[in-house]
């Protein structure tokens, strides 16, 4: 049957493969080869045999789906973290051990038990002194390690907007790639680096900087606690899914490549877009096509070794899906779903409580379950009550007007007619000035 030559993969293990065929085809050492995989010449000496005599098959793992044979038992775990609690209160990882193995004659690792306590938060890692900056060597392979920035500058020199350059720049050669952005943040990256790949395929590792757009300076969730991970940003997600390895710069001169080459672009690239009189983002993305190649030509070098370690993106595997917003929110039992302060009606019955909304690059709202998108529309405006207004009758309101005997109006009452003194004739006269009195003739 034609499903039993499907060979199913992850993205560790086809970045694996891609380098076991660069030893296989004798364009890259064993050396370097485990130096890029973290593993010992031997195991690539193994591996390269077993691909070589079973196929890509022979890069999958024996112990895929197989339990660990020197597992741990969970109730071990609780009555070594009950034991710290109650007797070895703030003893260090390799202390706790020794005296849970003199003491209670229980053998463990002193850097597992520090595992399970940063897990449960009784221990924090300690910092170390930082390192002595020096110079540092070049990679040795294309695609080994790709440096990434964005250059705020006024590229166009007033002629049209201010616009931003990101920059791409291989660390073995310096070969750039460049394209302009009315900004720098997750859709200027991740449209930048979509082009990149289907140029010159995924880099083996990302060098940038802690900037919002590609470090997310959110705090661990109470699961990212648990699970002992790092918040991601949506850039930091979509290369986790590439298996792109992503190194954070804790300065900018750590990058020193790409930040010397800006230096050297808002000199050289200014000049060249004002010869050209180019005034919109659009017409310096073109210039760029004809530029950066000539560019390259004069100012790279060429790498120390000659594999390249850019690999294809495997087939099946859809960009759009990966280089954009994912978030999980839930699904109401109205079947609706609010992003970004909009409401958007799931047409289908599903039984999901949670779903993936994805924006992508091009405005587009997809919502996913399980992997299959579901049909939707956005509500533009929400129903409203409508309540009957009762008839207003207009009513005239009669204005009220003090008598003559009033105290308001009685200095002027005794003025007029001091001769009168009762009441009564005072309602009589005035009355009479009302013209409501008839008087006999």
Not at 284 to 297: D, E, Q, S, Y
Not at 332 to 349: A, G, I, S
């Amino acid at each position: 049957m034609a499903g039993k030559d499907i060979i199913t993969m992850s993205q560790r293990e086809l970045k694996r493969l891609h380098v076991i065929h660069q030893v296989l085809e004798k364009r890259l050492k064993q050396k370097d080869a485990a130096n890029l995989l973290e593993l010992c010449e031997r195991q690539i000496n193994r591996i390269a045999s077993r691909v070589k005599q079973e196929g890509d098959d022979g890069i999958i793992h024996r112990s895929r789906g197989k339990p660990s044979h020197n597992l741990i038992p969970e109730a071990r775990k609780k009555r070594v973290l009950k034991l710290y609690r109650a007797k070895y209160k703030g003893f260090g990882p390799l202390l706790a051990t020794e005296k849970l193995f003199e003491i209670d004659k229980i053998r463990i690792s002193d850097e597992t038990l520090r595992k399970w306590l940063m897990e449960e938060g009784e221990w924090k890692k300690s910092r170390k002194h930082k390192k002595h900056r020096q110079w540092r060597e070049r990679k040795h392979h294309v695609g080994q390690m790709i440096q990434v920035d964005g250059s705020h500058h006024d590229w166009l020199e007033g002629r049209g907007p201010k616009c931003v350059l990101m920059l791409y720049v291989d660390d073995a050669t310096s070969r750039r790639y460049a394209r302009f952005y009315d900004y720098e943040g997750t859709f200027p990256f991740m449209d930048s680096f979509k082009r990149y790949i289907k140029r010159y395929g995924l880099p083996h590792s990302v060098y940038i900087d802690k900037h919002s757009t590609y470090k997310s300076p959110k705090d661990p969730s109470i699961e990212d606690q648990l699970n002992n991970r790092e918040p991601l940003s949506q850039v930091g997600r979509a290369l986790k899914e590439l298996t792109v390895e992503v190194i954070y710069a804790e300065s900018a001169p750590a990058k020193g490549r790409v930040e010397r080459n800006f230096k050297t672009c808002q000199d050289r690239l200014v000049k060249e877009l004002r010869l050209h009189k180019i005034k919109t983002i659009d017409e310096a993305n073109a210039f760029l096509k004809h530029w950066l190649p000539v560019f390259n030509k004069r100012f790279g070098v060429p790498p120390v070794k000659e594999a390249n370690l850019h690999r294809k993106l495997p087939k099946g595997i859809d960009l759009d899906t990966i280089l954009c917003i994912k978030e999980d929110h839930p699904l109401r039992n109205d079947f609706t779903v609010t992003y970004d302060k909009k409401l958007f009606q799931v047409l289908e019955h599903t039984k999901a409580k949670r779903v993936t909304v994805q924006e992508r690059a091009n405005g587009r709202i997809f919502i996913a379950y399980k992997g299959r998108y579901l049909r939707h529309k956005q509500i533009t405006q929400r129903p409203v009550k409508k309540v009957p207004k009762k008839a207003y009758v207009f009513k005239l309101k009669k204005v009220w007007k003090p008598p003559m005997d009033h105290p308001y109006k009685a200095p002027m009452f005794g003025r007029r007619y001091p001769h009168i003194n009762s009441y009564s004739q005072k309602e009589k006269v005035a009355q009479k000035e009302k013209g409501l009195l008839l008087t006999k003739t």
